[in-house]
C-alpha cells in the first residue's frame, strides 16, 4: 500500500511562488511515476505534470509549462511541485497521484491519490 501526504500549500498573491511537497510512505518510491492534479471550484479535475520513477521523463499541460517544475527527490520518498509566476486561475485543491514506473497525463492510470492541498492565488 502506497500513501501520500500533499503539503506546501496556503494564500500567495498573484506572480508569487509555491513549493508543494508530496511524501510518500512505503519501500517503493523508486519505481512509482508521479503525478499533479488539480481541481478548481465548479470543475473537473486535470493534470498538472508528471514524473517518471527515475526522474528522466516529465510531462507538463500547457496552461502550466514554463512557470511549474515538478522534481523528485527519491532518497526523501517525496516528489515537488515548484510553482512559480503564479495566477489567480491556478486556485485548486492540488492532488499527488502515484503509479508504477512512468507519469501520466491520464488519471485512470494512477493507483494512489493523496487527499490534496490548497493552493489560492490572489490578484
Known amino acids: 500500500q502506497v500513501q501520500l501526504v500533499e503539503s506546501g500549500g496556503g494564500l500567495v498573491q498573484a506572480g508569487g511562488s509555491l513549493r508543494l511537497s508530496c511524501a510518500t510512505s512505503g519501500r517503493t518510491f523508486n519505481s512509482l511515476g508521479m503525478g499533479w492534479f488539480r481541481q478548481a471550484p465548479g470543475k473537473d479535475r486535470e493534470f498538472v505534470a508528471a514524473?517518471?520513477?527515475?526522474?528522466?521523463?516529465?510531462y507538463y499541460a500547457d496552461s502550466v509549462k514554463g512557470r511549474f517544475t515538478i522534481s523528485r527527490d527519491n532518497a526523501k520518498n517525496t516528489v515537488y511541485l515548484q510553482m512559480d509566476s503564479l495566477k489567480p486561475e491556478d486556485t485548486a485543491l492540488y492532488y499527488c497521484a502515484a503509479r508504477f514506473f512512468d507519469g501520466s497525463l491520464r488519471q485512470s492510470d494512477y493507483n494512489y491519490w493523496g487527499q490534496g492541498t490548497q493552493v489560492t492565488v490572489s490578484s
Open positions: 514524473i517518471s520513477w527515475g526522474g528522466g521523463r516529465t
